[in-house]
């Protein structure tokens, strides 16, 4: 049984693993590597001291490239697009709330002012300048 021992990646993106098993299966992955043209460099085969096994070092290119970083431009513009969404959409049930927590109040003051209109109006009397007026008694 072939064995592939990992080892540490070097900087050029390339992978260099040991191969270890009988002379046929360490033939056998040496030959697919080659095929898929990936081979960079390989070792002579060693011999171990069991006998029927041998080691090869192999250098090959990494079959599934290394990805380049994804640009981080998108999410740069959305984190701060969305912190203001919130906190526009926070203000706005605030303002809500508070005119919600003064419209009675607001009510209020109308009617206030509705009757004090009332009252100090002019009627279209003879000397009559509105409500409780002292010369014709209203």
């Known amino acids: 049984m072939t064995h592939l021992a990992r080892t540490r990646p070097p900087a050029s993106g390339a992978l260099v693993r040991r191969v270890v098993g009988t002379p046929a299966e360490v033939a056998a992955t040496v030959a697919l590597v080659r095929d898929s043209g990936r081979l960079l460099s390989m070792t002579r085969p060693q011999q171990l001291p069991d006998g029927h096994r041998v080691t090869v070092t192999i250098r090959f290119l990494n ?18 697009a ?11 049930v605030q303002l809500v709330r508070a005119v919600i927590a003064v419209l009675p109040l607001i009510a209020g003051g109308a009617l206030v002012l509705t ?8 009627s279209s009397g003879r000397c009559c300048p509105g409500l409780h007026c002292p010369g014709c008694h209203h």
């Open 63 to 80: 079959p599934r490239p290394i990805r380049a970083h994804r640009s981080r431009r998108g999410l740069a513009i959305a984190v701060p």
């Open 82 to 92: 969305v912190g203001v969404v919130a906190v526009t959409g926070y203000l706005a």
């Open 115 to 122: 009757v004090i209109a009332v009252l100090l109006r002019r």
